[in-house]
């Protein structure tokens, strides 16, 4: 699987996670799905998804973890590592 | 009121108050803040008051704490149960922070009715954002960030990121 894809096994619900955080379609999550194409992934957006990705899915994200998500493949490596560790 | 309070007051130039706060507590209060001068308001060093900022304490105490930043266009106003800030916080431009309220247990003028103070505490660290109003009770933890146009009036957890009218906690600085 290429480096840049997002991760299928937690794909759906971070892509689930991220829709209804941002209130954007679902469908339109891609993986380069970032703060630079979705108005409201700002740095309040991205706090808020941060703390809803840790509720839902018990997990807990350093802040370079934190800092390092910039579009949603990323976002789906990171949780992942962060399941597995 | 008494003759002296109504001089201190009104008739000190804001230059001097400047000054005076400055020699009293090494804080830089702007001379277009308008700062009252009095006991009840205590400044730890390296303060800064920026302009049009106007500060009371004439019903309570108001204590400021070390290195703490008030931008421009803020209100601060004191009520009995009194107003802390701790070190190295900053509050934003066009922000009130207001620790007294008025009773509204019977029908008719609010204006009318008792006032009530429990108190502010801001915590160490604090950074308020533009535009936000502190209202009386409001407890918020150190390092907590407050984003714009929020509004506070409960206890806020140390080391958190809150936004919104109530403000909720969204994030939890790590």
Redesign the interface.
């Known amino acids: 699987m290429d480096a840049a894809e997002p991760m299928p096994v937690i794909e759906d619900d971070v892509r689930r996670i991220l829709a209804a955080t941002l209130k954007i379609p679902p469908e339109t999550v891609a993986p380069d799905t970032s703060p630079d194409n979705v108005a409201a992934w700002d740095s309040?957006g991205h706090?808020?998804l941060?703390?809803a990705i840790e509720l839902e899915l018990g997990v807990r994200l350093?802040?370079e973890q934190?800092v390092a998500i910039d579009n949603f493949a990323a976002l789906c490596r990171i949780v992942a590592a962060a399941r597995g560790s | 009121m008494k003759a002296s309070v109504i001089i201190r007051r009104f008739f000190t130039p804001p230059l001097v108050v400047s000054l005076l706060y400055w020699r009293r507590y090494g804080a830089k209060v702007s001379p277009r803040a308008e700062v009252e001068l009095t006991d009840n308001l205590e400044f730890g060093p390296r303060c800064v008051v920026s302009s049009f900022t106007k500060i009371k304490a004439t019903l309570g105490t108001i204590r400021i704490g070390s290195d703490v930043q008030i931008a421009t266009q803020c209100f601060l106003d004191a009520g009995p149960g009194g107003l802390y800030i701790g070190d190295h916080a900053m509050i934003g431009p066009l922000t009130c922070i207001v620790s007294v309220n008025y009773s509204y247990a019977s029908l008719g003028p609010v204006a009318l009715q008792p006032k009530t103070s429990k108190g502010i505490r801001i915590g160490k660290g604090v950074w308020i954002g533009a535009g936000c109003a502190i209202l009386d009770g409001a407890d918020i933890g150190d390092n907590v960030i407050v984003?714009p146009n929020s509004v506070v009036s409960r206890r806020i957890p140390e080391n958190t990121?809150v936004?919104g009218n109530p403000a909720e906690?969204?994030?939890?600085r790590?």
């Open positions: 309040m706090m808020r941060v703390t350093t802040m934190v | 984003t990121v936004q906690v969204i994030f939890t790590r």
